[in-house]
């Protein structure tokens, strides 16, 4: 499975952008994906994941009710909606993907990762 992110950028404070997830090569088996960021000196965090067969959601407290993910089958996509952006928002992003059940919140538990996508929101 090969994972590739598009969309971020730099935006200010309070602005919105929307990452995008695709996925190739077998998707049949992934189960659920997800996004982790990672800040410069900070460790990485989950952020959102979301089942691929139903559609339910997770999100970390630190983003919840201002991030939505959301994913479109059909094009082997995902995204992550990211509005009322904050500075501390600033990392860069990785989508991730499991081919177990449930939607994990642990790094480990993913065995497919993009390339990671720079999002800079400035104050």
């Known amino acids: 499975v090969q994972l590739v992110e598009s969309g971020g950028g730099l935006v200010q404070a309070g602005g919105s952008l929307r990452l995008s997830c695709a996925a190739s090569g077998g998707t049949f088996s992934i189960y659920a994906m997800g996004w982790f960021r990672q800040a410069p000196g900070k460790e990485g965090e989950f952020v959102a994941a979301?089942?691929?067969?139903?559609?339910?959601?997770r999100y970390a407290d630190s983003v919840k009710g201002r991030f939505t993910m959301s994913r479109d089958n059909a094009k082997n996509t995902m995204y992550l909606q990211m509005n009322s952006l904050k500075p501390e928002d600033t990392a860069v992003y990785y989508c991730?993907?499991?081919?177990?059940?449930?939607?994990?919140?642990?790094?480990?538990?993913?065995?497919?990762w993009g390339q990671g996508s720079q999002v800079t929101v400035s104050s």
């Open positions: 991730a993907a499991t081919v177990r059940p449930g939607m994990p919140t642990i790094r480990g538990s993913y065995d497919y």
């Open positions: 979301i089942s691929r067969s139903n559609g339910n959601t």
